[in-house]
């Protein structure tokens, strides 16, 4: 949807593979690079290349994330702290790194996506909607921070959208599971 809109995408992902081939289905100059966004140095690297390679960076979107479902009891460990990183300090991350770039120039827009679960929790996946509520809190602080200063702070909170990170999970009451198209098109 941005690269119809002109824009040159980027695509960072764990499986770099897969990146790859879905900036070869977008087409044009879309761009596919493996990132562990958990990797602090490496995400700023990769913005860095980016920037060299294609000029500023105008639109950042945080959408990585992970959900696992498990029992507060029965949760491990890693699986609490894996969430935190991917989950939430990659966005700070990756929004502070924005802003740096952002805000000298004046302009850029930056999309933090949440969960309903962040304003709305579940059982099931309390680590996660912890993470989802901290990306919604940090996003609305970040938004008022940089209030004048053109770049705009944008979170978006789907309910359950069809994808692996969903996989499994079922249409609550009163919730209708949407596509990822519906929530691109919003953003």
């Known amino acids: 949807l941005l690269a119809r809109h002109g824009c040159i995408v980027v695509i960072a992902d764990l499986d770099g593979d897969l990146a790859v081939e ?13 990132l ?10 990769a913005l ?11 639109v950042l979107i945080n ?11 029965d949760e491990a460990d890693d699986s609490i702290a894996r969430q935190l990183a991917i989950n939430l300090q990659a966005v700070i991350h990756g929004t502070r790194e924005a802003v740096r770039r952002m805000k000298p120039r ?14 709305v929790s579940v059982a099931g996946i309390a680590t996660y909607s912890a993470t989802k509520h901290g990306v919604v809190g940090y996003s609305e602080a970040a938004r008022l921070e ?3 200063t053109g770049v705009e702070v944008s979170c978006v909170m789907p309910g359950i959208v069809r994808t692996e990170l969903t996989a499994g999970v079922t249409d609550a009451p009163g919730l209708r599971s949407i596509g990822p198209e519906e929530v691109a098109g919003a953003i």
Request: charged fraction near 15%; proline fraction near 5%.
């Open 48 to 58: 860095d290349d980016v920037e060299h390679d294609l000029g500023p960076i105008n």
């Open 146 to 148: 940089l209030r004048g």
């Open 36 to 45: 562990d966004v958990t990797d602090h140095a490496a995400f700023t690297a």
């Open 22 to 34: 879905t900036a070869g289905r977008i087409g044009g100059q879309a761009r596919g690079v493996p």
């Open 63 to 73: 959408n990585a994330g992970i959900m696992p479902v498990v029992a507060i009891e």
């Open 106 to 119: 004046g302009q850029g827009h930056i999309v933090n996506v949440a969960s309903l679960a962040g304003v």
